[in-house]
């Protein structure tokens, strides 16, 4: 599994929680995007790097950046928890997660 899948990997789940990551955004979209702005601030410098130039973010806005715009692929229904689960289980960022780049 690549680093990047990794951490959009606990990105995602922290989006998520126990209940499903469309639940989550739609009923505090807030808290989603902290917890998981949280988990890619804690995640490690390599994936940070790699997610920077997939993204085309600055260090100092990535995190926040990444969470908003996954939040933002859920409410508009670019991914669910299917994706997520898929995501899960192969490691694979597929083209649905091309929305990240901006």
Known sequence: MRPFAITLLVASAALGGCSTVQD???????????????????????????AMTYMGVSR????TTMCDRLANGVAE????????????????????FSFLRG
Not at 60 to 63: H, K, R, Y
Not at 77 to 96: A, H
């Open 77 to 96: 229904g670019r991914i669910d928890q299917s994706d997520i689960n898929r995501l899960i289980r192969t490691g694979q960022l597929t083209s649905k």
């Open 24 to 50: 989550d955004v739609r009923n505090d979209r807030e808290a989603a995007i902290a917890r998981c702005v949280r988990q890619v601030d804690l995640s490690g410098p390599r994936f940070k790097a790699h």
């Open 60 to 63: 100092e806005s990535l995190a």
